[in-house]
């Protein structure tokens, strides 16, 4: 399986080792992906920034699972966002596959925050969740907040409500892209601040 990325370059996910990923062509793709099966003018890089925002006010001194939290979706180049009663639809299977193909990539970023301990990965879960909740509230109101709530069967404390509501508002402030960008441009540059948040995060250096 060959994935190709806005820059011409690409990676043959057939392969054991997948070669080097640009950190730059990851947000690239996120950035241009949008939640909710594109009904919301939210992105997967947003919400990415969310939930590690979240995770940093409530865990500070836990970095493996903050790393976690701003990586976690780093896969959805591949998958996109694709809506969580679909994947439970199709089953284990797959997320055997998307959790084969977004550790080939990690690895290939040097990006070691995966697998979670049982109780770091109840975390991630918990306020990938309560951030998800945030946005759906936001950005299609209360009813569809509680259906949500409804399906996925998880209690979101107060507490995580709140950080997580600050989290999204947050990184809804984050501006993606370059203001320096021509509105007709077809390949835009990221923004320098993204960059810099990510590049701290993985410790990962730019091409």
């Not at 679909?86 to 697998?115: H, R, S």
């Amino acid at each position: 399986m060959v994935h190709y990325f806005h820059d011409g370059t690409h990676v043959d996910f057939s392969k054991d080792k997948i070669g080097h990923v640009s950190l730059n062509n990851i947000l690239h793709a996120l950035a241009l992906e949008h939640r909710f099966v594109n009904q919301a003018p939210i992105t997967v890089l947003t919400h990415s920034i969310a939930v590690g925002t979240a995770i940093s006010a409530l865990y500070p001194q836990n970095y493996r699972l903050i790393q976690a939290g701003f990586c976690h979706d780093f896969g959805e180049i591949i998958f996109r966002d694709v809506p969580t009663p679909v994947k439970q639809m199709i089953g284990k299977k797959w997320y055997e596959v998307e959790n084969e193909l977004q550790d080939k990539l990690l690895t290939a970023m040097n990006i070691n925050c995966f697998p979670l301990g049982d109780n770091d990965g109840e975390i991630l879960d918990q306020i990938d969740k309560a951030v998800c909740y945030i946005e759906i509230l936001k950005f299609f109101g209360k009813e569809f907040g509680d259906r949500f709530l409804n399906n996925v069967g998880i209690e979101l404390p107060a507490e995580i409500i709140v950080v997580a509501t600050e989290a999204v508002n947050y990184a809804l402030s984050y501006d993606l892209w370059d203001n320096d960008n021509d509105d007709t441009d077809d390949d835009p540059e990221l923004s320098g601040q993204v960059v810099s948040l990510f590049r701290q995060i993985v410790n990962l250096s730019v091409d």
